[in-house]
C-alpha cells in the first residue's frame, strides 16, 4: 500500500499504519527497485526523471520518459540502470503542461521537482536545446520564443546604445532631398519618418517622402509669400501681419509660409494672410512619379483641400500643432490658444471647405502674443513662448492657463518641455529673440506624475537660468530626440546639441528640492552643456523635428537637410 501524498500529514499517516500493520503489507513492489530496501518507505515525485549513471548493453538514452512513481530514500538510488526503470504509467508532456498550468506560481512549480530534472529552469543554455520549456504554462514562452524576444531586447538596446553615442559625438551623415528649383524650404514638421511636410518661401507646401526622395503632393502659391501692404481687410490687419513678422523673424525675414503640421493623413498650414488651411493626403489616388522640367521627381498631385478655420482668420496663426487625440493647436498672434477636432474629417469626403463650420473645443488667452508652442502629451501640458517675454502652462485637457513666468525684456520666441534622464523630472526650455536659452526646472509631483500648478517652476527669483553659450540672433527652434538631449536652431545658421544632467556637490545626482517659500534646499545644480554645434545652414533656419534618430531641418535652400544619427558604428 503506497500513500500518495506530500507533506507532514503523509508522515503521520505512514508512522500510525507501521504501529498498526505487519511492515510486510507496505515493502515496496520488488519491481520498482534493483536489489533490497532498508527503510521500506516509497515517497512518490511527480514529474521527475530518472538518469541513470551508466548506460546497459542496448539501452537507448531517447527512450527515457516522464513518468509517475515512487522513489526510495536509500542510497541504492545510485544504482539504478535504465533497464531497472519501472514500467509504470508514461505520462506525455501534453498532460504535464495542463497539470502545470493550473499553478500561477512558478517557483512554487520547480521547488516540488526533483533535482535530477534534465534542465534546471533558470539555465536558458539547456532549455533551448529542448522543444519547449519543460514545465509549461501561461507564464512560460516556449524556449525558442524566449530567446528570440530576449535577442530582440538586447539587439534594440544595443542598438539605442550606438545612436546616443552618435548622438554625443557628432556621428551623423548629412544628406540633401532636393523639393524644388524654384522655391525655398522655410519651415518643415515630421510626425512619423520618412513622410515630412515642408512650406516653401513663395507660399507651397509640399509632402515628401525621404527614403524615396519623392515629392508626393504639391499645392502651389497657396499662401502669400510676403505681406500686402495694402489689404482688402484694410490697413489694420496689414499693420498687425507686418508686426509678427518682426517679431517672428526679426530681420532676416525669408518669405512664405509661417507654420506647417502633419497627423496622419491631414496636414495644416497657416501664411501671412492669416488663418490656417487644411489638406488631406489622398492615397487613393495614382501614386505614379514624374520628373518636372527641374529635374525634381513630383507624384500626382495628392493634396485634397479641406478647407479652412474662419475662427482664426483675423489673426496671423505663429505656430500648428497636432496631439494624439486628433486635435489641432493653433497659436495665434492674437494672445490666443485654440484646439479644435479633426478626428471625424480624417475619412471625411473631398469637399473643400468642410471644416469652415467648425468651432473650438476650447480657447485661452494669454497675457500677449503667442510665438510658439509645444505640447507634452506625458503630462498633458503645453506651454508657450510670448512676445512680453514670459513662457505660460496651460492644460491640455481643457487649454485653461495655470502658471507663468516672466524671463527676459525681449521676445521669447521658441519653447519646449525637456524630459530629463531619470525619466521623472521636467524642465521648460525657453529661447529668446536675443539668442539666450533659459531653463526652468518644473516642481513634479513624484507620486502622481503633474505639476504643482501653485508652484509650477523650482526656481527662486535669484537663480540664474541663463545657459551658455548663446546663440547669435533669436533662437528659432528647439525640439528633443530624447531623454536628456535638445537641440536648438538659431539665425546664427546653426543647430547646437546640448546635453542636460544633474550633479551634486555632495556626490550624489538627486535633484534640487524646493522649500515652500520656492527656495533651493540644497547644493544640487542641473547642469547643461552645450556638446557641438552643427553649422553650415542658412541664415533664415527656422524649423527642425527629430524622430530619435534622424535630425530634419530647413536651412538647406531649396533642400530639407537630413543628420542621420542612426548610421555609422560606435567606434567610427
Not at 508522515?11 to 511492515?23: F, G, I, K, N, T
Request: net charge negative.
Amino acid at each position: 500500500m503506497i500513500i500518495q501524498s506530500h507533506g507532514i500529514s503523509a508522515v503521520v499517516a505512514l508512522m500510525l499504519l507501521l504501529l498498526l500493520a505487519p511492515v510486510d503489507s507496505f515493502a515496496p513492489p520488488a519491481t520498482r527497485h534493483r536489489g533490497t530496501t532498508t527503510t521500506g518507505l516509497s515517497v512518490p515525485v511527480p514529474y521527475a526523471l530518472h538518469v541513470p549513471t551508466s548506460c546497459s548493453s542496448g539501452t537507448s538514452w531517447s527512450s527515457l520518459k516522464y513518468y509517475h512513481g515512487s522513489r526510495s530514500d536509500s542510497d541504492d538510488d545510485n544504482e539504478l540502470l535504465p533497464s531497472a526503470l519501472p514500467k509504470a504509467t508514461t505520462t506525455d508532456l501534453n498532460d504535464e503542461k495542463r497539470r502545470s498550468s493550473s499553478n500561477n506560481n512558478i517557483d512554487s512549480i520547480y521547488d516540488d521537482i526533483d533535482q535530477d530534472a534534465l534542465c534546471d529552469y533558470e539555465d536558458v543554455d539547456c532549455h533551448s536545446f529542448l522543444p519547449q520549456t519543460q514545465f509549461y504554462s501561461s507564464t512560460l514562452l516556449p524556449s525558442d520564443t524566449y530567446l528570440a524576444s530576449q535577442l530582440k531586447t538586447r539587439s534594440d538596446s544595443i542598438e539605442q546604445e550606438r545612436i546616443d553615442h552618435n548622438w554625443k559625438t557628432a556621428t551623423c551623415p548629412t544628406s540633401f532631398v532636393s523639393i524644388s528649383n524654384s522655391d525655398y524650404i522655410r519651415r518643415v514638421d515630421m510626425e512619423t519618418y520618412p513622410i515630412v511636410v515642408c512650406g516653401g518661401a513663395r507660399g507651397g507646401v509640399y509632402v515628401v517622402n525621404l527614403d524615396t526622395k519623392n515629392v508626393i503632393g504639391m499645392v502651389e502659391g497657396m499662401h502669400l509669400s510676403q505681406v500686402v501692404v495694402e489689404d482688402e481687410r484694410g490697413n489694420n490687419h496689414a499693420n498687425m501681419a507686418k508686426e509678427a513678422m518682426e517679431k517672428l523673424y526679426g530681420k532676416l525675414d525669408g518669405g512664405g509660409v509661417v507654420s506647417v503640421a502633419i497627423h496622419g493623413d491631414i496636414i495644416a498650414s497657416s501664411g501671412r494672410e492669416g488663418g490656417v488651411r487644411l489638406w488631406k493626403v489622398n492615397h487613393n489616388q495614382n501614386d505614379s512619379i514624374s520628373e518636372s522640367e527641374e529635374g525634381i521627381a513630383i507624384g500626382n498631385n495628392n493634396l485634397v483641400s479641406l478647407g479652412t478655420i474662419p475662427d482664426v482668420d483675423h489673426t496671423i496663426v505663429t505656430c500648428l500643432k497636432f496631439d494624439y487625440n486628433d486635435r489641432l493647436w493653433t497659436a495665434c498672434f492674437d494672445g490666443t490658444v485654440r484646439a479644435y477636432n479633426v478626428a471625424e474629417y480624417s475619412n471625411d469626403s473631398n469637399v473643400d471647405g468642410v471644416f469652415s463650420h467648425r468651432m473650438p473645443l476650447f480657447q485661452t488667452d494669454f497675457t500677449d502674443s503667442v510665438l510658439d508652442m509645444h505640447l507634452c502629451e506625458e503630462l498633458q501640458v503645453g506651454v508657450c513662448a510670448t512676445a512680453d517675454g514670459g513662457a505660460a502652462l496651460f492644460h491640455m485637457n481643457d487649454g485653461q492657463f495655470f502658471g507663468g513666468i516672466i524671463l527676459s525684456q525681449v521676445s521669447a520666441r521658441s519653447v519646449l518641455i525637456l524630459k530629463h534622464r531619470n525619466g521623472m523630472d521636467y524642465s521648460v526650455l525657453c529661447g529668446t529673440s536675443d539668442g539666450i536659452i533659459h531653463s526652468l526646472p518644473l516642481n513634479i509631483n513624484a507620486e502622481i506624475g503633474s505639476i504643482y500648478e501653485e508652484n509650477p517652476f523650482r526656481v527662486s527669483e535669484t537663480t540664474d537660468t541663463a545657459i551658455k553659450p548663446r546663440h547669435v540672433g533669436p533662437v528659432m527652434c528647439m525640439t528633443s530626440p530624447g531623454d536628456g538631449i535638445f537641440v536648438s536652431g538659431g539665425q546664427d545658421g546653426a543647430l547646437r546639441v546640448w546635453n542636460c544632467f544633474e550633479s551634486s556637490s555632495s556626490g550624489t545626482d538627486d535633484d534640487a528640492k524646493l522649500s515652500k517659500d520656492g527656495s533651493i534646499e540644497n547644493n544640487n545644480i542641473r547642469q547643461t552643456k552645450c556638446m557641438y554645434a552643427l553649422t553650415g545652414y542658412k541664415l533664415w533656419l527656422g524649423s527642425a523635428c527629430t524622430d530619435g534618430k534622424r535630425l530634419v531641418s530647413d536651412g538647406g535652400e531649396n533642400s530639407i537637410v537630413i543628420r542621420d544619427f542612426s548610421s555609422g558604428s560606435k567606434n567610427q
